[in-house]
T-cell receptor, first 115, second 112 residues
Framework: DTAVSQTPKYLVTQMGNDKSIKCEQN?????MYWYKQDSKKFLKIMFS???????INETVPNRFSPKSPDKAHLNLHINSLELGDSAVYFC??????????????FGSGTQLSVL | QKEVEQNSGPLSVPEGAIASLNCTYS??????FFWYRQYSGKSPELIMF????GDKEDGRFTAQLNKASQYVSLLIRDSQPSDSATYLC????????????FGQGTELSVKP
């Protein structure tokens, strides 16, 4: 039983395409996140949802649009992909919002390569 | 100053030695501190968290926090080759509404 699962694991696509990454957690957590990890291993938050409500929206191009149909799911849609979008994208969840000492549980990551 | 700063390494220690990983942070009001371990090609995994000044021990791992110096460290005793990974320090930044900010990670290599 995978606690935080995301698909696909690998995504190779051409510039200009639109793609989606899906994430589901079965931990009963209220808060879910998308993080981006660049080639230098720097892990940066992109979005956070608490009970389907957007609570953190970092300075991310509006080509990136998260969607949370329910508190167990958080998807990421990316329009008009660019070379600089190539990175590993991690979904994560926590019991409550950040700021309360919450521990994060990460999915296995999606390696996105834009050609 | 970076919000959360770590030496990127690589830090190389012989098997059985103590590995010492350091992290400094910019926001004096921060209250929660975490260490995540990330094996190559895998996702980060929480190994330690600390909220109070002083030491917190869990098996071979000890987290140390000094809020006055804005410094948190992770000691790994009796290092094993299986400890070879990147260790990410993370801090809930009080001045950013508690947002969790990660350092760039320290790569640890334990040589047999």
């Amino acid at each position: 039983d995978t606690a935080v699962s995301q698909t696909p694991k690998y995504l190779v696509t051409q510039m200009g395409n639109d793609k989606s990454i899906k994430c589901e957690q079965n931990l009963g957590h209220d808060t879910m996140y998308w993080y981006k990890q660049d080639s230098k291993k720097f892990l940066k938050i992109m979005f956070s949802y608490n009970n389907k409500e957007l609570i953190i929206n970092e300075t991310v191009p509006n080509r990136f649009s998260p969607k949370s149909p329910d508190k167990a799911h958080l998807n990421l849609h990316i329009n008009s992909l660019e070379l600089g979008d190539s990175a590993v994208y991690f979904c994560a969840s926590s019991q409550g919002p950040q700021g309360l000492g919450e521990k994060l549980f990460f999915g296995s990551g999606t390696q996105l390569s834009v050609l | 100053q970076k919000e959360v700063e770590q030496n990127s390494g690589p830090l190389s220690v012989p098997e059985g030695a103590i590995a010492s990983l350091n992290c400094t942070y910019s926001d004096r009001g921060s209250q929660s501190f975490f260490w995540y371990r990330q094996y190559s090609g895998k996702s980060p995994e929480l190994i330690m968290f600390i909220y109070s000044n002083g030491d917190k021990e869990d098996g071979r791992f000890t987290a140390q926090l000094n809020k006055a110096s804005q410094y948190v460290s992770l000691l790994i005793r009796d290092s094993q080759p299986s400890d070879s990974a990147t260790y990410l320090c993370a801090v809930n930044m009080n001045n950013q509404g508690g947002k969790l900010i990660f350092g760039q990670g320290t790569e640890l290599s334990v040589k047999p």
